[in-house]
């Protein structure tokens, strides 16, 4: 027997090359696994047995696992004083799907060669309305991680308050590199399949990674081609086809105004301080936007190639140079730290601790993707004394990565509750399409306000009722189930 072939030798081999060490960490299947074991043995048998049935149905669903980790050990705090819940196997019900498509989406790229791409959409839960949810198009694209962006998507809808049930779609096409007539052309086939599982009523999709006003301009045309109808199918339309003001800003507004909440509520402010912000896309951008516009200073930004270091800020002329460059040119951040002075450019290295997460500043917002801070990134923020970390993008830390960050006494704004500001005013965008109107800028923001004000009231209230103050992770999760659950129950076993 070889060296290699050998388990000793493979797993010494594995563990000397620490590329694959800090992959295998981030697909967190080592010390989130110790995490987990010692946790699940403290919850309640229910719990436990939803946790272990979903390990056991879906083995190879990481993203999927941590999702409902994540949330069954805040609704464990609760199960024992719901029996209700238990009878009516609203868990194991809550963890499968009410309905998965998955489908093949052929396509011509510009040489009149066929590609093909795989498409999805999960409908995870009706109970509460219509499935609503975005479509990713990034080349990650996966079952797994298309199941826990719809099992978030359930509870984070329920926050809203407003009556929309979760789903998510996507597929594994990359827009990168692609021309117009291509996006096009994917987004038509894409649709020639999808069209038949939604509609204004039933499953309403909206706009992710990698789809934009472009992409949602060319799945509407398509839709309403095929069903020779007009209809609210779709939301972050563009304006003159029936799309609402303040969507493309309400996911990174949302998310500045419920930071703001919880700083409010804790004695501290935005004004005057230094911000990390992750990503350059839609969430990020608008980020940047609300901050500096009450008055935070915004120092990086990031893509999947690298990040920027502006230590004297970004400005409105800045950020406006950045849309330029991230939604018309669709160029990389890199071209900014060419374009203005002062401004330091790092080379994304996956094998180390990423260097967003070690630049001193108050609070950190990241807005990329999931699983973007880990261990050795929540504890950089730590070390440089981050106060607030504001999830704009869905599930960014890890299980590690959170405990860190909580157990140091940062506030943690859980994706479910700060990021809900997309779906929020998607959900404003069916009234107004529902009711032929198009609201003002000021009307939607307003209402926008309003309604991430009363989730922050609600997830603090939560949390100090059935966990602990400032637990806004038990507090979301625990505040979104609760409806989705009763819900659930008055509809009886479907
Ligand atoms: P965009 O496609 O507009 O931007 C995504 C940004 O994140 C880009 O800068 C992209 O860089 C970067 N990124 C994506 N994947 C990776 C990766 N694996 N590693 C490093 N960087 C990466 O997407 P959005 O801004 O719409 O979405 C960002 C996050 O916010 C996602 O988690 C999404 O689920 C969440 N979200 C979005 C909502 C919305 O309304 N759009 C609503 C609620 C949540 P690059 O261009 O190089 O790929």
Known sequence: MTFRTSLAGFLAEYLINFRMWRLFHFSFTCNVFIIMRKEKKAMHDETQRVYEHVLR???DQKEFQQAV????VSIDKIIEDLPEVTYNRILERMTEPERVIMFRVPWLDDE???QINRGFRIEMSSAIGPYKGGLRFHPSVNLSIMKFLAFEQVFKNSLTGLPMGGGKGGSDFNPKGKSDAEVMRFCQSFMTELYRHIGADTDVPAGDIGVGGREIGYLFGQYKRITNQFTGVLTGKGMDFGGSNIRPEATGYGLVYLSDAILGGNGMKLDGKTCLVSGSGNVAQYTVEKLTELGAKVVTLSD??????????ITPEKLRWIMTLKNVRRGRIREYAEAFKGVEYIERDATKPNPIWDIKADYAFPCATQNEILKE??????????????EGANMPCSVEAERILMGSGVLLAPAKAANAG?????GLEMAQNSSRMQWTRERVD??????????????????EKYSEKNNYVDGANIAGFMKVSRAMIAEGCV
Do not use: C, H, Q, W
């Open 112 to 114: 009149g060669k066929i």
């Open 69 to 72: 980790y994540t949330f069954l």
């Open 377 to 390: 990134d929540a504890e950089n923020l730590v070390k440089n004394g981050i106060r607030l970390v504001g």
């Open 304 to 313: 999947s190639s690298g990040m920027i270091y502006d230590e004297s800020g």
């Open 422 to 426: 997309g779906v929020a005013v998607s």
């Open 57 to 59: 149905t879906d083995p």
């Open 446 to 463: 307003s209402e926008l306000r309003t309604i991430m004000n009363n989730i922050y009231r609600n997830i603090s209230e939560a949390a």
